[in-house]
């Protein structure tokens, strides 16, 4: 199962920005009466194979029937394809612009994320300071989120939407997408320690301590606030011990108890390095001991 359906996946809260999106836009609209003129039938036949790939109607009342297949008849394809038209036909006018957003989320909500990120990519280039570039920028991450991969398959996603969401808390932290963004980059960052982890078990039951020890130490080094980090010390004293490091064993168990006292991996930690002899000591030289001072954890 991906992590976008597992964890921190609040589609519900996305979806509440999109209807906030599309209040505004409804709000900004005057009404527009979408009614049929009739030609002549030299005329009908004369332009019918243009009419197929080119629209003459208003901007605004191409917005409006995008949002009505949005809003009543939820034809998501239908909506893209409305909104498309009007950034086609009228591609300077402010109709265009809010018409790109709209496709874009509107591609969100289809499953279509790539085409989604195409637009809101557009958005973010064309707009940039525009308010709802903000908006178009988290399009692109939740996208990305929404698409990362289970812990046994290729994390490149992962990485891909770590990147986008800290692109969103860089470029508009004071937007109400900043917290959601910080929530779900917690998320992916979780789902890449988690793979390490994966690794690093798979190494230690093949008793390859070494490969077992790199894994874990970029957990340590990298994820130390995600949940996998209490097993990677416990992995680490026990790997360390496997090897006869024990002065190693004895740092990854203490620095385990000091920030983890009631952890059950810390007294399977402790358990490990009391039972060879010796007991849970922090060399201050140690890497463990320096990646957990550097954030204050140590």
């Not at 637009?119 to 939740?142: C, E, K, M, N």
Request: charged share 25%.
């Amino acid at each position: 199962m991906a992590l976008g359906r597992r964890v921190f996946m609040d589609r519900a809260s996305l979806g509440r920005l999109g209807r906030k999106l599309r209040l505004a836009a409804c709000l900004a609209l005057a009404a527009v009466t979408v009614a049929a003129c009739g030609t002549g039938p030299l005329l009908d036949k004369f332009t019918a194979k243009d009419e197929e790939t080119f629209s003459d109607e208003p901007a605004d009342k191409l917005y409006n029937e995008g949002l009505f297949l949005m809003n009543k008849q939820r034809d998501l394809k239908a909506v893209t394809k409305k909104f498309d038209e009007v950034d086609r036909e009228h591609p300077y006018s402010e109709w265009a612009r809010k018409s790109l957003l709209m496709s874009a989320y509107a591609s969100y909500q289809a499953g279509d994320y790539d085409t989604c990120i195409g637009s809101a990519s557009r958005y973010v280039t064309l707009h940039p300071g525009s308010p709802d570039a903000a908006y178009a920028q988290y399009l692109i991450a939740v996208s990305n989120y929404d698409q990362i991969a289970d812990v046994s398959r290729d994390q490149a996603r992962t990485e891909k939407a770590m990147r986008t969401l800290e692109e969103v808390i860089r470029k508009y932290p004071t937007s109400e997408y900043a917290g959601e963004a910080k929530k779900k980059l917690q998320g992916a960052r979780d789902q890449l320690a988690g793979k390490e982890m994966a690794v690093g078990r798979y190494y230690m039951e093949r008793r390859d301590y070494t490969g077992a020890i790199n894994r874990f130490k970029t957990v340590v080094t990298r994820f130390q606030t995600t949940r996998h980090v209490e097993e990677a010390l416990a992995r680490l004293t026990e790997a360390y011990m496997a090897i006869g490091i024990v002065a190693e064993a004895q740092t990854a168990a203490a620095v385990l108890g000091h920030n983890f006292p009631d952890s059950h991996w810390y007294k399977d930690a402790y358990n490990l390095v009391t039972s060879g002899g010796s007991q849970p000591s922090e060399n201050k030289s140690s890497w463990i001991s320096k990646a957990f001072r550097k954030v204050g954890l140590g």
